[in-house]
Protein backbone atom coordinates (compact mmCIF):
# COMPACT_ATOMS: atom_id res chain seq x y z
CA UNK A 1 0.00 0.00 0.00
CA UNK A 2 1.84 3.25 -1.50
CA UNK A 3 1.04 6.41 1.03
CA UNK A 4 1.07 9.86 -0.60
CA UNK A 5 1.69 13.44 0.90
CA UNK A 6 1.17 16.56 -1.28
CA UNK A 7 3.23 19.56 0.00
CA UNK A 8 4.35 22.97 -1.01
CA UNK A 9 0.98 24.70 -1.74
CA UNK A 10 0.37 28.34 -1.15
CA UNK A 11 -0.58 32.14 -1.88
CA UNK A 12 1.60 33.31 -5.38
CA UNK A 13 1.14 35.93 -7.13
CA UNK A 14 0.08 36.02 -11.02
CA UNK A 15 3.64 34.98 -12.88
CA UNK A 16 5.19 33.83 -9.94
CA UNK A 17 6.30 30.20 -9.20
CA UNK A 18 5.28 27.35 -6.98
CA UNK A 19 6.90 24.00 -6.16
CA UNK A 20 4.63 21.22 -5.40
CA UNK A 21 6.08 17.80 -3.62
CA UNK A 22 4.59 14.37 -2.83
CA UNK A 23 6.34 12.21 -0.71
CA UNK A 24 5.69 8.50 -1.28
CA UNK A 25 6.10 5.52 1.13
CA UNK A 26 5.48 1.89 1.43
CA UNK A 27 5.94 0.41 -2.20
CA UNK A 28 8.70 0.25 -4.47
CA UNK A 29 8.45 3.75 -6.33
CA UNK A 30 10.34 2.94 -9.21
CA UNK A 31 7.79 1.11 -10.70
CA UNK A 32 4.55 3.72 -10.18
CA UNK A 33 3.89 5.92 -12.92
CA UNK A 34 2.48 9.30 -10.89
CA UNK A 35 0.87 12.08 -12.32
CA UNK A 36 -0.56 15.82 -11.11
CA UNK A 37 -4.36 16.70 -11.22
CA UNK A 38 -5.99 19.90 -9.74
CA UNK A 39 -9.50 20.59 -8.93
CA UNK A 40 -11.67 23.53 -8.46
CA UNK A 41 -15.32 24.12 -7.03
CA UNK A 42 -18.07 22.40 -9.74
CA UNK A 43 -15.28 21.34 -12.05
CA UNK A 44 -14.07 17.57 -12.52
CA UNK A 45 -10.29 16.90 -11.51
CA UNK A 46 -8.21 17.20 -14.72
CA UNK A 47 -4.83 16.26 -15.08
CA UNK A 48 -2.21 18.79 -15.23
CA UNK A 49 0.66 16.82 -15.76
CA UNK A 50 1.92 12.85 -15.68
CA UNK A 51 5.03 10.86 -15.91
CA UNK A 52 6.07 7.27 -16.60
CA UNK A 53 7.78 4.72 -14.57
CA UNK A 54 10.85 3.50 -16.66
CA UNK A 55 13.41 4.65 -18.83
CA UNK A 56 12.73 6.88 -21.23
CA UNK A 57 10.31 8.16 -19.58
CA UNK A 58 6.86 9.12 -21.04
CA UNK A 59 5.72 12.37 -19.91
CA UNK A 60 2.44 14.49 -20.55
CA UNK A 61 0.90 18.55 -19.83
CA UNK A 62 -2.58 19.92 -20.29
CA UNK A 63 -2.29 22.07 -23.25
CA UNK A 64 -2.70 25.06 -20.72
CA UNK A 65 0.48 24.40 -19.01
CA UNK A 66 2.67 23.54 -21.55
CA UNK A 67 5.93 25.67 -21.43
CA UNK A 68 4.94 26.73 -17.82
CA UNK A 69 4.65 23.49 -15.47
CA UNK A 70 7.51 20.46 -14.89
CA UNK A 71 6.44 16.99 -13.57
CA UNK A 72 10.12 15.22 -12.21
CA UNK A 73 10.89 12.45 -9.39
CA UNK A 74 13.81 11.75 -7.73
CA UNK A 75 13.14 7.47 -7.01
CA UNK A 76 15.54 7.32 -4.41
CA UNK A 77 14.00 10.01 -2.69
CA UNK A 78 10.60 8.56 -3.43
CA UNK A 79 9.66 11.93 -4.25
CA UNK A 80 7.78 13.99 -6.98
CA UNK A 81 7.86 17.51 -8.31
CA UNK A 82 5.65 19.87 -9.69
CA UNK A 83 7.37 22.61 -10.63
CA UNK A 84 4.69 25.60 -11.35
CA UNK A 85 5.96 29.09 -13.59
CA UNK A 86 4.53 32.18 -14.53
CA UNK A 87 1.49 31.20 -12.65
CA UNK A 88 -2.02 32.87 -13.57
CA UNK A 89 -5.07 33.03 -11.49
CA UNK A 90 -6.51 30.25 -13.59
CA UNK A 91 -4.23 27.57 -12.19
CA UNK A 92 -6.05 28.22 -8.95
CA UNK A 93 -6.99 24.84 -7.81
CA UNK A 94 -6.37 22.22 -5.39
CA UNK A 95 -3.80 20.22 -6.57
CA UNK A 96 -3.46 15.89 -5.80
CA UNK A 97 -0.43 14.10 -6.70
CA UNK A 98 -1.53 10.47 -7.71
CA UNK A 99 0.12 7.03 -8.73
CA UNK A 100 -0.96 4.07 -10.12
CA UNK A 101 0.92 0.57 -10.22
CA UNK A 102 2.27 0.26 -13.91
CA UNK A 103 3.46 -3.72 -12.67
CA UNK A 104 7.03 -5.46 -12.37
CA UNK A 105 8.34 -4.45 -15.81
CA UNK A 106 9.88 -1.44 -16.51
CA UNK A 107 8.36 -1.15 -20.05
CA UNK A 108 7.01 2.56 -19.63
CA UNK A 109 3.49 2.99 -19.27
CA UNK A 110 1.89 6.30 -19.13
CA UNK A 111 -1.96 6.49 -17.88
CA UNK A 112 -3.92 9.88 -18.22
CA UNK A 113 -7.43 9.37 -16.63
CA UNK A 114 -7.80 9.71 -12.70
CA UNK A 115 -9.93 6.30 -12.58
CA UNK A 116 -6.75 4.48 -13.63
CA UNK A 117 -4.48 5.67 -10.77
CA UNK A 118 -4.45 3.75 -7.20
CA UNK A 119 -3.13 6.05 -5.05
CA UNK A 120 -3.90 9.77 -3.98
CA UNK A 121 -2.22 12.52 -1.98
CA UNK A 122 -4.72 14.62 0.34
CA UNK A 123 -4.16 17.57 -1.83
CA UNK A 124 -2.63 21.09 -1.23
CA UNK A 125 -3.95 24.29 -2.26
CA UNK A 126 -2.61 26.68 -4.91
CA UNK A 127 -4.10 30.74 -5.33
CA UNK A 128 -2.95 32.70 -7.68
CA UNK A 129 -4.04 36.27 -7.19
CA UNK A 130 -3.88 39.22 -9.58
Known amino acids: QVQLVDSGGGLAQAGGSLTLSCAAS????????VGWFRQTPGKERENVAA?????????YYLDSVKGRFTISRDNAKNLVYLQMNSLNPEDTAVYYC??????????????????????WGQGTQVTVSK
Open 26 to 33: GGTFSRYG
Open 51 to 59: LSNGKPSLT
Open 98 to 119: AAYDSGLGMRPILRLHEDDYDY
